[in-house]
């Protein structure tokens, strides 16, 4: 069985056909990271206008390279959301249509529910249940998860995602866009213990999260500073461990708290190479599991909504022909 996968949601349009006895067979992704950083972050029209020029040549392209027909696919599935609006119809548009052409059934994904699954991509799969961390972009979140489309929310970010604050800490770092694996490489550089910024929440019980006071630490933190290029790095280093710190604790708390023995981190932040690590530490000194996605399918990609699509045909979710896009959708309202 093969499914075909659109990921149009932001500012990455991805393609990828996953097959179900050899995986990830083709995968196309365009990234519009270039268009996009001269504003310092996504212009939502430009965005949606870019996934036009970019989804046919890149369907055409892993069609071709998975040497398959219209015949061969089995489902289309697409992104529905969340996401931003425009960038979301024209995935959506266009795959409601190529599976209603090729009279195919047609699957609509959640765009978290396809980066919790991304991680079952590898050779090593996480099984049900288990706690999931869900960090992107948009998107901060614990989850218990009992199986596919059982997600029961048990602590998110209040305000920014940590994704988000890596962009605008970055931002007023003056060091680029997109923020994550800009603070990351200049965190290499940095002075350990040269600033320390606080763990925000971790002293008050339960599971959520709030990363926009750790912005404004960095504003400040910065105009008191010499803007220097060692400053700069050493502000990268203390934001980048903040965060790391703040969601390790919330992570063994979650863990505790549930008994649950596996942990899978997914979505943009989790290709963060400090976060890893110390979740890794940390989950192996405490007999606990931890998965991740491969780093390509960490970011936004086609592969994870093939793969959700295969689950998601396999439960036998298939779309009627009106096709409906949501910016605003909470996972746990799946089922
Ligand atoms: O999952 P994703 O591609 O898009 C959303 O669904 O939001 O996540 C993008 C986010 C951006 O905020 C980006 O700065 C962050 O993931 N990110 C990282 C790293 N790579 C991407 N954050 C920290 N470290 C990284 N290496
Ligand atoms: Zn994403």
């Excluded at 024209?90 to 047609?106: E, I, S």
């Excluded at 400040?220 to 965060?243: C, H, M, P, W, Y």
């Excluded at 959700?308 to 022909?321: K, M, N, S, T, V």
């Amino acid at each position: 069985m093969k499914i075909l996968g659109i990921e149009t949601s932001c500012d990455e349009t991805g393609v990828a056909i996953f097959d179900d006895k050899a995986g990830i067979i083709a995968q196309a992704l365009y990234s519009q990271i270039e268009l996009h950083s001269e504003y310092g972050g996504v212009v939502p029209e430009l965005a949606s206008r870019d996934h036009i020029r970019k989804l046919l040549p890149l369907v055409q392209e892993v069609m071709k390279q998975a040497l398959a027909k219209p015949e061969d696919i089995d489902a289309v599935a697409y992104t529905a959301g969340p996401g931003l609006i425009g960038a979301l119809l024209v995935g959506v548009g266009f795959g409601r249509a190529l599976a209603y052409g090729w009279n195919k059934p047609a699957l609509a994904i959640h765009h978290m529910e396809g980066h919790l699954l991304a991680p079952m991509l590898e050779t090593d799969k996480p099984e049900f249940p288990f706690l999931a961390l869900l960090v992107s972009g948009g998107h901060t979140q614990i989850y218990q998860v009992a199986g596919l489309g059982q997600y029961e929310l048990l602590g998110e970010s209040l305000d920014d995602a940590a994704g988000e604050a890596f962009d605008k800490t970055a931002k007023l770092l003056e060091i680029g866009y997109p923020g994550g694996p800009a603070i990351s490489e200049w965190a290499l550089k940095g002075t350990p213990g040269k600033y320390v910024f606080p763990r925000p929440m971790v002293n008050r019980p339960g599971l959520d999260l709030s990363f926009s006071g750790l912005k404004t630490f960095a504003a400040n933190t910065i105009r008191a500073g010499d803007g220097s290029d060692q400053t700069k790095a050493d502000i990268a280093l203390a934001f980048e461990q903040a965060v790391v710190d703040t969601l390790a604790i919330k992570c063994k708390r979650a863990l505790e708290q549930t008994g649950l023995k596996r942990l899978v981190v997914a979505g943009g932040v989790s290709a963060n190479r400090r976060l890893r690590e110390k979740l890794s530490e940390e989950t192996k000194a405490r007999g606990y599991q931890v998965y991740y996605p491969r780093p390509e399918f960490c970011t936004d990609n086609g592969a994870m909504i093939a793969y959700a699509g295969y689950r998601r045909f396999q439960a036998g979710c298939f779309e009627p022909l009106a096709f409906n896009a949501k910016a605003r959708w909470p996972l746990a309202n799946l089922s």
